[in-house]
């Protein structure tokens, strides 16, 4: 009792960044079908702050600002995509957990299928034997 | 199955995977020792300031438009929270800026005002005008991930420079050399 009036007056030795005010930093959207597609960007989306995380799961309170901007423009009638574009627009691609198929990632995706050919190349032969036997 | 199938294999085509696999090792290799890259930088550099208008910091004060910002000369955008140590930090050098004639505006992130009272007592205050941003949405748009960092703005309201992370003594010289140069 006693304790928990002393920690009402304790002030704090040093500042601390408080948690985000932004209406939707902690309160989820009315529409469950809205939320569940915040819900799925915010979890592509990383944290500016903790950058091992997306902001659906960090305690930064940017990454709280993060997630109402994303809540408050989806419950307004906005594309998801076009909510990571215009995130992307304005801290490259760091900050989108999907990587976009651009002049430079191209080559990444058609990798596989090329080393899957080359694959299926070397051992034409083998297919030709068996089928020939 | 034929016993005397005498087609051997080209010798490229036996040691092409290992090279491939050598390759793909040596690409991890590099890019693992590399020191991480942990600062995000704004990628609105050159490209004009967005549009914003934001409610004054302290009562009773005028609040901070990006209107505000495109005045013919050029000015520095300090965005910083009296929660930010590193703000305290940098405080003499702005002060060091201010006092050589550059404009400063202030925006305050996540805040409140009488925290932020208290900073500025501390710590002086070398802003013409500071705009409250309480839910962070202009830090947002304008591609800043953390404070402080400080925008060079130019007279047509152009985004030219981003210093991010205090600045120090050593680097007002330098911020002073690109306000001069975009004048």
Known sequence: MLCAALAMIAVPAAAQEME????YAYRQL????????????????????????SI??????IAGSMRSLVRERIAAGEEPEAIRSWLIERYGDYVSYAPRVTKLTWPLFVLPLA????AGFLLRNRFRRAGAA | MSMTDT???????????????????VLAAVALFRPAERTVASTLI???????????????????NSVDLATGKPRLLNIFASWCIPCQVEAPQLAQLAAAGVPIDGISVRDRPELLAVFLKQNGN???????????????ALGSSGVPETYLIDGKGRIRHQHIGEIRPEHVADLLARVRAVQ
Do not use: H, N, Y
């Open chain 1, 115 to 118: 080393l899957l050919a080359l």
């Open chain 2, 46 to 64: 050159d490209r004009p300031l967005p549009s914003f208008a934001l409610p004054g910091s302290l009562p009773g004060t005028p609040g901070l």
């Open chain 2, 126 to 140: 070398p802003f013409q005008r500071i705009g409250a941003d309480d839910a962070g949405k202009v830090q947002l």
């Open chain 1, 30 to 53: 009315d529409d469950a079908q809205k939320e569940a597609r915040a819900q799925s960007l915010m979890q592509s989306l990383r944290c500016l702050q903790c950058q091992g995380q």
């Open chain 2, 7 to 25: 087609t051997k294999p080209r010798s490229w085509a036996i040691w092409l995977p290992l090279a491939l696999f050598l390759g793909v090792i």
């Open chain 1, 20 to 23: 985000s005010t932004a209406p």
């Open chain 1, 56 to 61: 659906a799961d960090s305690d930064a309170p």
